[in-house]
Structures are given as structure tokens and as C-alpha cells.
Nanobody, 122 residues
Framework: QVQLVESGGGLVQAGGSLRLSCAASGRTFSIYAMGWFRQAPGKGREFVAAIIWSSGYTYYADSVKGRFTISRDNAKNTAYLQMNSLKPEDTAVYYC???????????????WGQGTQVTVSS
């Protein structure tokens, strides 16, 4: 099993920045990819970004490309999501996930964190 704990959410003004962290514990040697998803009120969970643990190769949703950066620290078993130029429409609960069972863009991951709230005021 892998346990994931997100942190770093909060309230920020439009144009500001936040960095989310996702700390993994347990069978961390089994992690091969991690992703970030978000869910706004009344909407479904949507893909934000993903990273391949060994190579560092990254994938992004078009809506965040150029503004968000996913990274990882293998030694700390932690993934990060640096969010810049935040917009009110980025407001959502952000979840990290590990080990997709389908493609990286789908919601089909084996492990999920509890989520962290990001609120962007206009």
C-alpha cells in the first residue's frame, strides 16, 4: 500500500502562486507515476498534471500548461505542483494520486490523497 498526504493549499489572489506537496509513504518503491487532479464544486475530477517517477517526464492539461509545473524529489518520496499565475477558475480541491491503472489522464489510479483546498480570489 501507498499512503499520500497533500499539503500547501490555501487562499491566494488571482495572479499569485502556491506550491502543493504530496508526500508518499508505505511501499514507495512501487511508485512509477504520480498525478495531480482537481475537483471544483459541482464538477467532475479533472486531470492537471502527471510525472513519471523514474524519468521525470511530465504531462499537463492544456488549461494549466505554462502556468503549473509538476516535479518530484525521489529521495523524499514527494511530488510537487508549483502553480503560478493562478486564476479564479483554478479554485478546486486538489488531489494527488499514484500509479495509474489506465492512461495518465484518467481518474483510474491505485492510490489517492485526501485532497487540499485551493481558493483563488478575483
Amino acid at each position: 500500500q501507498v499512503q499520500l498526504v497533500e499539503s500547501g493549499g490555501g487562499l491566494v489572489q488571482a495572479g499569485g502562486s502556491l506550491r502543493l506537496s504530496c508526500a508518499a509513504s508505505g511501499r514507495t518503491f512501487s511508485i512509477y507515476a504520480m498525478g495531480w487532479f482537481r475537483q471544483a464544486p459541482g464538477k467532475g475530477r479533472e486531470f492537471v498534471a502527471a510525472i513519471i517517477w523514474s524519468s521525470g517526464y511530465t504531462y499537463y492539461a492544456d488549461s494549466v500548461k505554462g502556468r503549473f509545473t509538476i516535479s518530484r524529489d525521489n529521495a523524499k518520496n514527494t511530488a510537487y505542483l508549483q502553480m503560478n499565475s493562478l486564476k479564479p477558475e483554478d479554485t478546486a480541491v486538489y488531489y494527488c494520486a499514484a500509479n495509474p491503472t489506465n492512461n495518465y489522464y484518467s481518474n483510474e489510479y491505485n492510490y489517492w490523497g485526501q485532497g487540499t483546498q485551493v481558493t483563488v480570489s478575483s
